[in-house]
């Protein structure tokens, strides 16, 4: 249940890419505007945001990113993203990101929660309780 701190040095291999931090329902956020766009999407569908920041190169993320895709398939009232901190790197500091993976929970664009590092059984508990307290409010 590690977190990644810092970038390890570049050894010149650059194949590492994002195809196995997306699948599922989970979308792939690549500018700005995507970001902006799923937000807006979201609110229009009353749905809750989770946005996981992670980076590719860091050990955690690839070992949370299939669970955090079916979680994504197990509850589809949920918008889940993925941003790259490497990517995205300015948009990403804006966040105030210290480690990867730091999954936030938003709704209405706005954070409602937090979780720093891959624990699996933590960020699955605070999803159930979204959607547990969303489904009470809805009745």
Known sequence: MGSCLAKPKNDGDESVHNAEFVGGNVHLITTKESWDQKLTEAKRDGKIVIANFSASWCGPCRMVAPFYCELSEK????????????????????WDIKATPTFFFLKDGQQIDKLVGANKPELQKKIISIVDSETTLQK
Do not use: Q
Not at 85 to 90: G, N, P
């Open 75 to 94: 509850y589809p009232t949920l918008m889940f993203l993925t941003i790259d901190v490497d990517e995205l790197t300015e948009f990403s500091a804006s």
